[in-house]
């Protein structure tokens, strides 16, 4: 008697720029992961974190030098194999950190291609709410990745708000219907 084959796992990688632990913007990223994992059931789902700032100095390096460290390389392939992404940074001076940025400044232009990702920020004040669709936006689009349609921001005052809830759950859900397409 034949079993049904169990589908592969989705292959979800968060990349989190935040620099404090915990970091609201971490927060954001588990939150929207959480929710995609949720949707994409019954097929299994396994998230994979980056942590950014445990690997600066290796951006760093690579930056300067175009040495890739064993850890950036877990970090690169991680995203090579994933089946979607989800990017968050911590907005400083109406932008995405500078080592959101460096990360990505060390990528192969061709690694992301076709992927989807969601685009997330955090950041002090409201004033930055438009930071992932007007700078995060192109640099995934440079990339050629599929970034979805709609982005997430969260600033103190929206940590409360049920809106919030709403942004990330569309967001994860056209984040797995990318993926499952």
Known sequence: ?????????????????????????RL????????????AAPGPV???VIELREIAADISTALVSQLITPKLQQAITALGEADGIIAAAP??????????????????N????????????TAGTARHALVADDQMRPMFA??????VPT????????WADPAL???IDRAARELVLLMES
């Open 1 to 25: 008697m034949n079993t049904p084959a169990q589908p592969e796992p989705f292959r979800l990688v968060v990349v989190s720029a935040g620099t404090s632990d915990p970091s609201s913007t």
């Open 28 to 39: 954001l990223a588990d939150r929207t992961a959480q929710r995609a994992a949720e949707l």
């Open 46 to 48: 396994t998230v994979r």
């Open 91 to 108: 907005v400083y001076q109406a932008a995405p950190s500078g080592l959101f940025t460096s990360f990505l400044h060390v990528l192969d």
């Open 110 to 121: 061709d690694l992301l291609i076709a992927k989807p990702v969601v685009l997330a920020a």
């Open 142 to 147: 440079y990339l050629r990745a599929l970034t």
């Open 151 to 158: 982005s997430l921001f969260a600033a103190p005052e929206d």
């Open 165 to 167: 809830n709403t942004r």
